[in-house]
């Protein structure tokens, strides 16, 4: 395979650039613009000393190291070097330039991990891990990601699919040989296997909604009327939450996107209106608006000002939340005079009501704890990294369900013993899907094409 070459690094400056190069005439290229200070031959994961030169003019362009990767022991399993040079955008641009003039071709975004994969290295559920690794946002994520980086997922597909083969086998015996089998026995037994196979899929397959929680977060937003307390509960959580806070740009322009981790699920924290900004700034947000923003949540966080009786804009609110996950948030708990507490329209919401002072900063945990509860996501599932997170494995797990589902339907419907065997086989491709055994070339593009370049 012809030899491929990338910035591997973020685009930008930075402390140390790393240039990569995969393929069988990476050394060859490196001997034509890197002289080592150590003329000595190279060692598989060692570095060398040196400068990398322009190789038409012999003029230094950086002071390197060079580490070297010699096949099959390298990420693509080729022969790989990385040179880390200075981190600014000329100096590594005229080391990929040399690369290039060298003979190595551009990589395509993903184009390593895609060669790792042809090369069997890895699967393609790995493969994708790679890029669930590197666009992970919560530690919870991170960790399911290296787990299926590691292979938990292809092994566990894996044994499901030795199973199948094994029902598979069982069958095929029966045709090839009828006078040694009694037809029942081998139903029976098939139809046993199959539900046991069922069952391992079934756990998988619900999982995707833990695991879709985990990877996209709670989606979760704070209503309220003016001055309830909105920004002030927002900044207690983001303020007092020590895991690490990302801001990113909301999917409409006015809003931003806030993940905290809290009792180890993740929430996607819609800040309406940007009310972290000041206040003069901002729209307050309309009813109108509000009635959007709930409508797309997964979780309500429905907040009154405790010391005022309803306004409409609140009744209104209440009646918005009434089929929603909502938690209802009785602020300024602080100032003893709470008038909402035998609020008929509250008590009757059937939600759960945690009164808070958002400014002290007490109930808080109550309100940690109602959300954990609400979404009472399979810890130990999720701590041994037992979950998915990406839609294509799931729906080839869903495929593949309902294929086994026919398939044992056809048993009881006493079907002959060949036709099972069609929709066991198609289950078996679907599961094939998932490691990539059985994917089209198209499949493969679009999966690769969402990763960065240099990876
Ligand atoms: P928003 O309009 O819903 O975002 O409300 P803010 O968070 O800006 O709060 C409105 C006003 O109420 C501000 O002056 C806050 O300082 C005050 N406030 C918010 N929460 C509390 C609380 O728990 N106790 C008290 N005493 N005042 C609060």
């Known amino acids: 395979m012809a030899t491929i070459v990338a910035i591997s690094t973020a685009p930008g400056v930075g402390g140390i650039g790393i240039i990569r190069m995969s393929g069988d005439d990476c050394f060859n290229i490196l001997n034509k613009i890197f002289i080592p200070k150590n003329k000595g031959e190279i ?11 322009n190789s038409s003019t012999n003029e230094e362009i950086d002071e390197v190291l060079v580490s070297y ?23 590594m641009n005229k080391i990929l330039e040399e690369c290039l003039k060298n003979g190595a071709e551009l990589a395509e975004p993903g184009e390593f991990t895609k060669r790792a994969f042809l090369n069997g290295r890895i699967d393609l559920s790995q493969a994708e891990a790679v890029i669930d690794v590197i666009n992970a946002k919560s530690n919870i994520e991170a960790k399911a990601s290296i787990n299926q980086l590691r292979g938990s ?14 029902i598979m086998v069982d069958i095929e015996a029966s045709i090839d040989y009828p006078e040694y089998d009694v037809e029942e026995v081998t139903n029976e037994k098939a139809k046993n296997q199959i539900e046991e196979v069922l069952k391992e899929l079934r756990k998988l397959e ?6 879709k929680i985990i990877k996209e977060g709670i989606k979760t937003v704070i209503v309220g009327t003016p001055n309830a307390g909105k920004s002030s509960l927002l900044n207690a959580i983001l303020d007092e939450e020590r895991a690490i806070v990302t801001s990113i740009e909301g999917t409409t322009r006015d809003t931003i996107e806030e993940f905290v981790t809290i009792r180890g699920i993740p929430l996607k924290l819609i800040d309406t209106a940007g009310i972290r900004k000041a206040k003069d700034e901002v729209e307050q947000i309309g009813i109108e608006k509000s009635k959007e923003y709930i409508k797309n949540s997964d979780l309500v966080i429905a907040i009154f000002d405790a010391t005022k009786a309803l306004k409409p804009e609140d009744i209104e609110i209440l009646e918005m939340i009434r089929e929603k996950n909502a938690i209802i948030v009785l602020n300024k708990e602080d100032l003893n005079s709470n008038v909402l507490d035998k609020e008929e329209k509250i008590l009757s919401s059937g939600k759960k009501v945690i009164k808070i002072s958002a400014l002290k900063k007490t109930g808080i945990e109550e309100l940690y704890d109602e959300i954990a509860k609400l979404f009472n996501i399979n810890k130990l599932q999720i701590e041994d990294g037992e979950f998915l997170t990406n839609v294509r494995h ?6 593949a369900i309902k294929k086994l589902e026919k398939s044992e339907q056809t048993i009881l419907d006493n079907m002959p013993i060949d036709i099972i065997s069609i929709d066991i086989k198609d289950a078996l491709e679907e599961l094939g899907k998932i490691t990539g055994d059985s994917v089209s070339e198209d499949i493969i593009k679009e999966i690769f094409k969402k990763f960065c370049l240099g990876k």
């Open 43 to 53: 060692e598989n994961y060692k570095m060398k000393y040196g400068k990398i030169i």
């Open 69 to 91: 990767f010699i096949a099959p022991k390298s990420y693509t399993t080729e022969n790989m070097c990385e040179i880390n040079s200075h981190g600014g955008i000329i100096v």
């Open 153 to 166: 997922l292809s092994q566990k597909i894996k044994k499901i699919k030795e199973k199948i083969i094994n």
């Open 206 to 211: 619900n999982s995707f909604n833990d695991g």
């Open 394 to 399: 799931k729906n080839s797990i869903t495929n």
